[in-house]
């Protein structure tokens, strides 16, 4: 009797010793991963609302780089930060009264424009390379003549150059075409939707100078995305271990046992 007893019990001990062990380990990894996962998740979505705003492009004045009707990321900046080939978003009244408008800097203060030379815009007498245009045009416009950017001014286009109002829709203007530095609020960084991802860098004016850097996006996407898989790894641990023990519990060895 005894020895039956002793054979019955001393598996069992050793199974409730070992599992509850195993068990509550998991739990805290699990939990530490919930809770890393939620600051990752929301942090991300707090440095996004903080760093970027979104916007409604309604016309297709941006085509194909932007479409009618695109929703873009805009990262809040100031306009002294703003360099050539940038596709900012800034509000002048002479051009529409209190509504954001969307188009691409070609040239800042000091610069000359002047399009065109052998189908391409001119900047300083370089001849610029613009593959965002629309495949198969020019950059040939109504024609722009020879344009002297004033110090903290800029010089913007449509990339669909045929349909846009831009600068060269202004040059009558007192301005001559330009708008300040200060009215620009934000440069956009991507196509959120449709999801056609981060805007492609404008090469062509890296030899007038530096272009500016791609914000934070990508950062704050990879954080959001890996908060998400750390909440939903986290969270489905608790299932899974409760799974696989019942599955454990009721196998034939431990059948055989009991």
């Known amino acids: 009797m005894g020895g039956e007893s002793t054979t019955r019990t001393a598996p069992r ?8 062990a195993g068990g509550r380990i998991g739990q805290r990894l699990s939990g530490l991963a919930v809770a890393l996962g939620l600051v990752l998740f929301l942090g991300g979505f707090a440095w996004g609302a903080v760093v970027y705003r979104p916007y409604t492009v309604p ?20 306009g002294g930060e703003v360099r050539r080939g940038d596709v900012v978003v800034f509000t002048d009244k002479t051009w529409v009264s209190n509504a954001p408008v969307v188009k691409r800097v070609v040239a800042v203060g000091g610069d000359t424009v002047a399009c065109c030379t052998d189908g391409k815009l001119t900047v300083n007498g370089k ?15 109504n024609g722009i003549p020879t344009v002297t950017v004033p110090e903290g001014r800029l010089f913007l286009l449509g990339d669909e150059r045929e349909g846009s109002l831009d600068s060269t829709a202004h040059l009558t203007d007192a301005a001559g075409g330009t708008v300040a ?39 704050i996407v990879a954080l959001v995305i890996a908060g998400g898989v750390l909440v939903l790894g986290g969270g489905a641990y608790g299932p899974i271990a409760k799974r696989f023990g019942s599955h454990n519990r009721t196998s034939p060895e431990l059948a055989g046992v009991r």
């Open 13 to 20: 001990s050793g199974g409730v010793n070992r599992s509850p």
């Open 59 to 78: 016309t297709s004045s941006m085509s194909p780089t932007i479409e009618m009707g695109d929703r873009v990321l805009a990262q809040r900046v100031d």
């Open 127 to 141: 001849q610029i390379d613009e593959p965002y245009l629309p495949e198969g045009s020019v950059a040939e416009t």
């Open 181 to 219: 530095r200060s009215a620009v609020s934000a440069r956009v960084d991507a196509v959120v939707w449709p999801m056609d991802g981060m805007l492609k860098r404008p090469t062509g004016f890296q030899t007038l100078g530096a272009l500016s850097e791609p914000g934070p996006l990508r950062t």
